[in-house]
């Protein structure tokens, strides 16, 4: 069993920033992949980055060039820096990740609001 623990979502202003972290812990085997994905009311959830233990990068095309994702593979924990928040941003922002056995495990979820 795996778990994922969010912080840092929260209430900003367009135009500001959000970092968002996850720490995953109870995995036996390497993690593979790391990444985002969000949900807003009424939509599908969407990706939003992903990266691997390599650190290939992968970005929807919506965040490119304002978020950035990194990862700490020592503690197993994975950032992603949001900057130049649009009120479009606003999401529930789901951490995700993928062991080298092939599983997928998703964390409760985290609320970012981007509104004046």
């Known amino acids: 069993q795996v778990q994922l623990v969010e912080s840092g979502g929260g209430l900003v202003q367009p135009g500001g920033s959000l970092r968002l972290s996850c720490a995953a812990s109870?995995?036996?085997?390497?993690?593979?992949?790391m990444g985002w994905y969000r949900q807003a009311p009424g939509k599908q959830r969407e990706l939003v980055a992903t990266i691997t233990s390599g650190s290939s990068r992968n970005y929807a095309d919506s965040v490119k060039g304002r978020f950035t994702i990194s990862r700490d593979n020592a503690k197993n924990t994975v950032y992603l820096q949001m900057n130049s928040l649009k009120p479009e941003d606003t999401a529930v922002y789901y951490c995700t990740v993928r062991p080298l056995d092939g599983s997928v495990w998703w964390g409760q979820g985290t609320q970012v609001t981007v509104s004046s």
């Open positions: 109870g995995s036996r085997f390497a993690i593979n992949v």
